[in-house]
């Protein structure tokens, strides 16, 4: 029996099973208490060079709070999709293009759902919010609350997302007919349904709720009619949020890839500019306060932007393809007290943030 039992001991060890259910050596006694990922979707390093010479300003007061770099690499392509992108950010596991959540093997029955970061907070007592002027079952948003084999797999995404999720509030752009088709699923989990920033504003604290807007496209864009306030909407996400025992939160731009896609380049830079606005609101409000780290970074960049070094060559010609690309994508951020590197791995982030939540150690 003891022979079987050092056995099983040293299975366990392999597997890595020591290094995930020991105790991890403390960093800190006090770990950041509210924890901030914002994604600008598809934002590459050209896109908010090409913006702030359009803005014409030198450089956007963001950029002082560069990191490093980040790559993107999916598991299985050079060039990810932002599903195995958004997963990386959200759970620290590199995966196949299209897998959200989770990964699985060739030949196997059953995936491997990876816990994300919204579901440490949630152990630790935070409540959790998803941000995104994305449709909710967008794949950044269900990386970030749901496991499911396939992006495209929107009915169990949105299934997941209201009875496995346990995120408290959702806010999200109006896509496609099958949030609407199946709203039920949020409304029998005790989502209250918000139709207005109003609603948003008197959400109680003890309340889930679910707002599901027109557009939450950028106010600086001519072309985009009857649009919902982004950071209007995000202060009041943030006011809901925070509490004595801490929170968690997802916000993503969507539009800026969703713009480069279509290479529309004045599009695409209404949304930059539109980001920059809502860094500037995090970091008031940070201001005065040390328990917040905002990890601020990009899935992928779209389109091979080319940089422009004059305004008249900020045309739709920079885009060299309509697709996602390879390079890498710029991280800054605020109250986060690591040493900056070069480079890092989108894994890194997670890593980062658990660290800096749990008051464990997951990134050197």
């Known amino acids: 029996m003891k022979k079987f039992s050092l056995i099983l001991a040293f299975i366990f060890i392999l597997?890595?099973?020591?290094?995930?259910?020991?105790?991890?050596?403390?960093?800190?006694?006090?770990?950041?208490?509210?924890?901030?990922?914002?994604?600008?979707?598809?934002?590459?390093?050209?896109?908010?060079?090409n913006t702030s010479l359009y803005c014409d300003i030198d450089n956007f007061e963001f950029e002082s709070n560069f990191f490093s770099d980040v790559t993107t690499y999916s598991l299985n392509q050079e060039i990810t999709d932002s599903a195995a992108a958004a997963?990386?950010?959200?759970?620290?596991?590199?995966?196949?293009?299209?897998?959200?959540?989770?990964?699985?093997?060739?030949?196997?029955?059953?995936?491997?759902?990876?816990?994300?970061i919204m579901e440490v907070a949630q152990k630790y007592g935070k409540k959790t919010g998803i941000f995104t002027s994305d449709a909710l079952e967008g794949a950044t948003p269900a990386s970030f609350s749901s496991h499911v084999e396939d992006r495209g797999d929107n009915y169990e995404i949105l299934y997941d997302q209201a009875y496995n999720s346990g995120i408290d509030l959702f806010v999200a752009s109006q896509?496609?007919?099958?949030?609407?088709?199946?709203?039920?699923?949020?409304?029998?989990?005790?989502?209250?349904?918000?139709?207005?920033?109003?609603?948003?504003?008197?959400?109680?604290?003890?309340?889930?709720?679910?707002?599901?807007?027109?557009?939450?496209?950028?106010?600086?864009?001519?072309?985009?009619?009857?649009?919902?306030?982004?950071?209007?909407?995000?202060?009041?996400?943030?006011?809901?949020?925070?509490?004595?025992?801490?929170?968690?939160?997802?916000?993503?731009?969507?539009?800026?890839?969703?713009?480069?896609?279509?290479?529309?380049?004045?599009?695409?830079?209404?949304?930059?500019?539109?980001?920059?606005?809502?860094?500037?609101?995090?970091?008031?409000?940070?201001?005065?306060r040390t328990d917040t780290s905002v990890f601020i970074t990009?899935?992928?960049?779209?389109?091979?932007?080319?940089?422009?070094?004059?305004?008249?060559?900020?045309?739709?010609?920079l885009y060299t393809r309509t697709g996602h690309s390879a390079a890498n994508v710029p991280l800054y951020t605020i109250n986060v007290p690591f040493e900056k590197r070069v480079t890092v791995n989108n894994t890194d982030i997670f890593a980062m943030m658990k660290t800096l939540m749990t008051g464990n150690k997951y990134f050197e």
Request: proline residues 2%; hydrophobic residues 30%.
């Open 175 to 288: 896509g496609s007919s099958i949030y609407e088709e199946n709203k039920d699923l949020f409304e029998n989990n005790n989502y209250k349904q918000l139709e207005t920033l109003e609603d948003l504003e008197n959400l109680e604290k003890n309340e889930k709720g679910i707002a599901v807007f027109n557009n939450l496209c950028s106010y600086y864009d001519e072309n985009e009619k009857n649009v919902t306030n982004f950071n209007t909407a995000l202060t009041y996400t943030l006011n809901y949020l925070d509490n004595e025992n801490g929170f968690c939160l997802m916000i993503e731009n969507a539009w800026i890839d969703k713009r480069s896609h279509n290479n529309k380049l004045n599009s695409a830079m209404c949304e930059v500019r539109m980001f920059a606005d809502t860094i500037k609101l995090l970091k008031e409000f940070c201001k005065d």
């Open 298 to 317: 990009a899935d992928h960049e779209t389109g091979g932007l080319q940089l422009a070094k004059t305004k008249d060559q900020l045309t739709n010609s």
């Open 87 to 116: 997963t990386a950010l959200a759970t620290g596991h590199k995966v196949y293009n299209y897998e959200v959540g989770m990964h699985k093997v060739y030949g196997e029955e059953e995936g491997v759902k990876y816990e994300n």
């Open 15 to 49: 597997i890595g099973g020591c290094a995930c259910c020991a105790p991890q050596p403390q960093i800190n006694e006090n770990p950041i208490k509210n924890v901030i990922i914002l994604i600008g979707d598809g934002m590459g390093f050209n896109h908010i060079k």
